[in-house]
């Protein structure tokens, strides 16, 4: 697979300069709306790094831009240190690459849709990390995934009803996008901005 460094990931980084910034929330609350709102305003040559998630599905014009591999390939790059953080959802496996570490290192900040499960190993390799937490009404998430038309209502609030918390210690800025998709990618690009300067742990 092109986009994964094969080489091995790193363990507590807390001299990096770098920002990690690991966004969450539940399906249809619109976080990869935000994302690519944000990477038109941030500009990679001032430091902000997007990095192409790795998951086993292929990839759809209409969903985010992503590396595809398969199980197979998938257990072998685990295996090798080819992952910055992993984990499962939904049948699926995602991960993001071991170069996130290095990007971090040169003092970049990091932006990245992930699982909340794996917050506290984020924080564990880098402990300069905020989290965004996107949500919206019930109603709104509810219509954006029968919109999708994967899944019947019944299937969709099982869905929803799923949730885990987030770790203590954790700096977390929340944005509801249930309006405007521009405000809220104003709140999302501002959380961005100022993640660096306000640090990781209130």
């Known amino acids: 697979m092109a986009g994964a460094s094969r080489a091995s990931s790193p363990g507590p980084s807390k001299a990096a300069s770098g920002h990690l910034v690991l966004v969450v929330g539940p399906s249809g609350a619109g976080k990869d709306s935000l994302i690519n709102g944000a990477r038109l305003r941030l500009p990679v040559d001032e430091g902000y790094v997007?990095?192409?998630?790795?998951?086993?599905?292929?990839?759809d014009p209409a969903s985010e831009v992503h590396e595809t591999v398969d199980e197979d390939e998938y257990a072998s790059?685990?295996?090798?240190?080819?992952f910055f953080l992993h984990w499962g959802a939904h049948a699926l496996r995602y991960a993001l690459p071991a170069s996130v570490a290095e990007q971090l290192d040169a003092g970049a900040t990091v932006i990245a849709n992930v699982s909340r499960a794996v917050i506290a190993e984020a924080l564990r390799k880098h402990p300069k990390t905020t989290v965004v937490l996107v949500t919206a009404p019930?109603?709104?998430l509810e219509e954006r995934l029968l919109a999708r038309g994967r899944e019947d209502l019944a299937a969709v609030r099982r869905r929803l009803a799923r949730s885990a918390a987030?770790?203590?210690g954790v700096r977390t800025v929340t944005i509801v996008n249930g309006g405007s998709l521009e405000a809220a990618?104003?709140?999302f690009v501002d959380a961005i901005s100022r993640a660096p300067a306000d640090g990781a742990v209130p």
């Open 50 to 59: 997007f990095p192409s998630r790795i998951i086993t599905r292929t990839s």
């Open 77 to 82: 790059l685990k295996e090798s240190g080819a």
């Open 138 to 140: 019930q109603a709104v």
């Open 166 to 168: 987030l770790p203590p």
């Open 185 to 187: 990618v104003d709140q």
